[in-house]
């Protein structure tokens, strides 16, 4: 017996959720045995653990203050210690309530199960995942940035259709709360104006007046802008940054425009930048071609090119551009947050663009799809990954620790530790610093004394535990 149409398109949406689920399961457990936390991420914990909690709070991450960016690392170091696996799982789970919001604003835009489960699981399925589940630090700073902006922007729908003072308070807390994690959050009122514009274009006027509220939206992003201002760490200013160019503005644009496929995303390093160029022209070309034929996806699939151009306009003029110049655009960590809330508009743009009843009665065709693209994606990131620049640091330290914990965790009660510096493979040379392995050990719940003792155990440079044979003395 043939399976009916919503039978058939539940059974594709369950399989989809479901490829997702082990695709982010399988590039958690690559990060956890391939990673550990790094340099930047422990002298965040240390100055967690020694200053006040006023002082650790504004204490400059790179040339930014980012006061609740502190506060989780430090809450989390505080809890559970330095355990990777447990910062891997609160990671994911962060990235799990990223895309329940966007689901739930697809639901606010009236995107079809259908769309929502393709776009869900493409969002889930980036390329970029890996990449970001691999650094502590780096992934606090996205992906509750990428949480507030999608917060704000379903609270300004909400507000938008019923006017209710508490959206409006979401709206606003979603602003500060990003600000508190990720510079890059200036953008998140430029998306909701985006967002108003686009709705605006397609004859979606707001059923009450958001013109007091976007307006505060916008004074807020101004007064974080003018306080990086008058406020600069050391003699960088957080903000504003010269000697970016147009070559830069356009190659910053070609890797986000091509970063939602795990095929063209790192297409740059197979073809060259010609490739890349080809690629996204191509692109470009097809979607003026798609908007003149089904003009009514047109301003969602403008807004979805506008969404990928302010990241890449941010970027082109950001400290690290200034810092590392055009290598800057080959850092995977930069490209993960512009694909969930570009997904906002490409949600809709689908929904308009393409008939899906066949597909939809052919949930076996999408589900193999799926596992292709999920393949595709899991291949394509551990392979970018092993290129990195830091790959032979972070799988080192990992390998390390890993092998470190299990020899501790069969020692005898009442063992010690000995205090030594941490082998270099933990500490990269670039940073130019050594730290002691108290710094790291004293956090872990063996709870084992660290000591000068000579008859304690001692961590050798490969991992291995050793406990020093005393002297004999001459006779």
Known sequence: MEM??????????RGLYLIAGVTLLVLGVLAWRHSWFEIEDILHFRDW???SLWRALWTPIDVYRLPLHQ???????????????AAVLVMLGVLLADLVLLSAIFRRLGVNSFWRALV?????????VLDLLTWWSAALHRLPYVFFCLLTCWAWLAYRQHGRRYHALFCILGVLCGLGFYAKAVLIPAFVVLLELVLLADGQPAQHPTGRLGAALVVLDLAYVVASLVWPIGNHSSVLIDG????????????YLLAWLPMTAHLDHSFGPQGQQIA????????TLVVIRRPRSGPFWIGFILALGANALLISISVQIRRFGVFALELDRYYFEAIPIS????????????ETGRLRRLPWVVLILGLAFAWSDVSVSWAEYQRTLFFRYYDGTARLMHKVMHQIAQLPPGSCLRNSAMPE?????????????SLVLERFPLQLPMKNDPACYRISIDGDLQRPVPEQSQP
């Open 280 to 287: 996204a022209l191509s692109l470009l070309a097809l979607l």
């Open 244 to 255: 970016y160019t147009p070559a830069i503005v356009w190659s910053a644009s070609q890797h």
């Open 120 to 128: 869900l699981f493409a969002v889930a399925c980036n390329v970029y």
């Open 49 to 51: 653990q020694q200053q």
């Open 71 to 85: 506060l989780a690392s430090g809450w989390f170091f505080s809890i559970l210690g330095m355990h990777f696996g």
């Open 343 to 354: 997904a906002i508009f490409l949600g809709v743009a689908l929904q308009r663009t393409l």
């Open 425 to 437: 493979i933990i500490v990269p040379h670039i940073y130019g610093m050594v730290q002691p392995w």
């Open 4 to 13: 009916t149409a919503k039978t058939a398109e539940r059974t594709m949406i």
